[in-house]
């Protein structure tokens, strides 16, 4: 197979583009593709200074590598969950990813900086890890942000993962969630930094073969809390789509953006947005989830 754009031997073939590329001209693809997003969805402009969420895994590493690699002045965060010997792994592949390209690298400890361990609060409050993990990164995606005076925070979401996400939302008709499922989430309050997802309408292989082209270290297993999660099996079932009509994934989440989501828009409930009395951050309620979650381990 030849590539599509200078007829030298392929070593990838993306059949949802029914176009096949060498390594030199899939960067170019890939380069572009982000560029691409970056631009057309608005997410931000060089010269902002913008925060990258990273866990070592493919996606994040990518989206790190190729926004360095394209001048936009960028933070990496890295939040250990306390996840055992997988948080001790990825923390070591993103700060030596870090030192090997001098770049910034924000680290948090949810253990030793708030003293919260995922697992005894699960056990406590018979919530799943997962529900507990994502009321932590959430709040300090914006706290580091806002703190840090960054315009955008942004995740290595790809296309899989927004596929499967709006799979999910529409089995179920998640109103709420279908009207803010988008590459975008804009600030809706001065202590609410930007979230942006420039990964998009990249694939996981996508990633992953940017990662492998670029020689690019990265954790290869799963959060051992993402085994039996739904959007695993969301994925399985869009990727048999994909193997019978090449393109669904992408035409599934792009029309969605395109001709759906706009029906949902006058379902968004309208918050009382209001300032955590412990900690200043945007919450609904008097005190903010993060905090309550720092209170009840100090009982633990
Ligand atoms: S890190 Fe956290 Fe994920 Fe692990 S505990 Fe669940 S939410 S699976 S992206
Ligand atoms: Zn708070």
């Keep these: 197979m030849r590539c599509r754009r200078c ?7 993306l059949e949802r583009h029914n176009a096949a590329f060498c390594e030199n001209c899939f960067m170019h693809y890939y380069y572009n593709q982000v560029d691409k997003n ?4 608005r997410m931000f402009k060089k010269g902002e200074k913008i925060l ?23 933070t990496a965060m890295y939040i250990n969950l306390g996840i055992g010997e997988y948080s001790d792994r990825s923390q070591e592949i993103v ?13 948090k400890n949810i253990k030793k900086e708030y003293g919260l361990e995922i697992h005894k609060l699960s056990k406590k409050l018979k919530r799943s890890p997962c529900s507990i993990c994502g009321t932590i990164k959430r709040y300090l995606f914006n706290k580091v942000a806002l703190d840090g005076g960054f315009t955008a925070v942004a995740t290595g979401h790809n296309l899989d993962d927004e596929a499967a996400t709006l799979l999910g939302n529409t ?7 279908l009207a803010r499922q988008a590459p975008v989430l804009p600030s809706t309050h001065p202590k609410l930094v930007k ?4 990964l998009f309408t990249l694939t996981e292989r996508e990633n992953l073969s940017y ?20 959007s695993i ?31 949902f828009q006058d379902v968004k409930e309208k918050l009382d947005l209001k300032e955590c009395k412990i900690c200043g951050q945007v919450t609904t309620t008097e005190i903010c989830s993060f905090c309550r979650l720092v209170e009840i381990s100090k009982e633990l």
């Design 38 to 41: 970056i631009k057309k969805e």
């Design 233 to 263: 099996l969301y994925k399985e079932v869009l990727n048999r789509l994909e193997e019978e009509s090449p393109g669904t994934k992408q035409r599934f989440l792009i029309n969605f953006l395109e001709k759906g989501r706009k029906h």
């Design 95 to 107: 700060e030596d990813f870090a030192n090997e390209k001098k770049l910034p690298l924000i680290i």
């Design 195 to 198: 979230k942006v997802k420039p």
């Design 211 to 230: 990662i492998l082209f670029n020689e690019i270290k990265f954790i290869h297993e799963e959060c051992p809390h993402a085994v039996g999660a739904s």
């Design 7 to 13: 007829k030298e031997k392929a070593v990838i073939y």
């Design 52 to 74: 990258i969420v990273v866990s070592g895994g493919k996606d994040s590493m990518a989206l790190w590598d190729v926004l360095y690699k394209n001048g936009y002045d960028v």
């Design 171 to 177: 089995l179920s008709w998640q109103e709420g969630y």
